[in-house]
């Protein structure tokens, strides 16, 4: 038997939980190209503040990744680098923006309420734990998204875009 074999046989994390890591690891990077796109457009449409803003969020999104790529990688798995294709590259407008982030962050928050049942199902008390850091971390990311809209809608519309990218810039200063 070769090592790479034995070293499979004795890492704890079963099949469907491993399989369910590498499938969020491409959800984290399918996220971040889509926060990068959306970076890219809100910069091409002068909103400077806002195309920070999803910059930062891409960033933050790859390392999502790359944290249960560690994790996978240290209990002596195999971790699957994710394939992203078909990424949106134009969108209607900024509002329609924040709000397909939401949903995207709510999307995200189910996936992982998901894998924590899972976890908790075949007694992999370990990487239940490891998820809490991410159920913690969307409490944060649906608050900003949600708060996004709100900005937007509060300071109504067209008439206030400079005020409105000042104020979602501002958002993320806060980190
Ligand atoms: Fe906000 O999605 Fe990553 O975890």
Known sequence: MNTATILRQKTYLQDSVLDTL???MGVEARSSA???SM???CYAQGLRGCGEFFRKQAHEEREHMMKIF???????????????TNVERTFDDLRSIFVMA?????EITENFNKMTELCQK?????TARFLQWYLDEQREE???????????????????????DREIHNLKKKD
Do not use: H
């Open 22 to 24: 590498n499938k969020q």
């Open 34 to 36: 889509i926060y990068l």
């Open 39 to 41: 970076s890219a457009w």
């Open 70 to 84: 560690n994790y996978i990688v240290e209990a002596g798995a195999l971790a699957v680098s994710p394939e992203v």
């Open 102 to 106: 939401l949903d995207q962050e709510i």
């Open 122 to 126: 075949n007694r992999d008390f370990q």
């Open 142 to 164: 649906e608050w900003q998204a949600r708060r996004c809209i709100e900005i937007f809608d509060l300071m109504n519309a067209k008439d206030a875009l400079y005020d409105i």
